[in-house]
């Protein structure tokens, strides 16, 4: 590693060199690492192609789930959220105990490590919504059900500051992780005010193929809102926002 002197400062690769800002300054050093054949073909990095292989699938799971969930991740995820996906969907695979290894995979892993899930670390599902909730699922129906009793929203869920409504939503979705393809069904509350007044009884009720085969999640989450001048506009744009996947059933 060496430090750039000199008024004009360079980033990027030239020749074997790369130039790249860092917090000690401005640095430069020359190119390294193992060569990509060898890699790709060389026995003594037999271990290292399987772990690749296997991250790759880590990474397709994740955005096949991600994909099946688009419509309520749009204002409930961290920037973060797809390396944490990622990381746990290599723990899955990585239970999988029938496969060779560099072939492990989501199927034949424990689905089950993702329940839990939080897709915004900065508003986590148990430390939002205290009211209990239950969850009913018929593979043969396909009905998927979030039922939770009557309760009083400023006692019973953790707003942020600013807060004037808010929702509640489920999705269910079955993927399948072989070709991505996947059905989804998405259930809310519609808006609701944030005050001291309990509300009804609330269900959830989703809806998905019966009898499917796939593996099936389940996931509940809150958005906040501000209401100004009549509108209601997503709060912070929705960095406060939870989305936990709160069950994980596989067929």
Known sequence: MARQKGIIKLLGTVGDITFYKAKEGFLAREKGG??????????????????????????????????????????SADSRMVGRLTRDMVKVIQADMVSERGKRNVINGDLALLKGFDFNINGKLSTTIYAPYTTTLDRAEGDVLVDIPAFVPVNMINAPSGTTHFKIEAAAADVNFNDGSFN?????????????????????????????TEPIFLVLGVEFYQEINGEKYVLKNGVYNALQLIEVNKA
């Open 34 to 75: 193992v060569d990509k054949s060898r890699i790709m073909n060389d026995p003594n990095f037999q271990r290292t192609r399987e772990n690749g292989e296997e991250f790759g699938r880590a990474g397709a799971s994740g955005k096949m789930l991600r994909a099946a969930f688009r419509a309520v991740l749009l204002n």
């Open 184 to 212: 989804v069904s998405n259930a809310d509350t519609g808006i609701l005010p944030y005050d001291a007044v309990e509300t009804t009884a609330i269900s959830l009720a989703t809806t998905l193929p019966a009898n499917s």
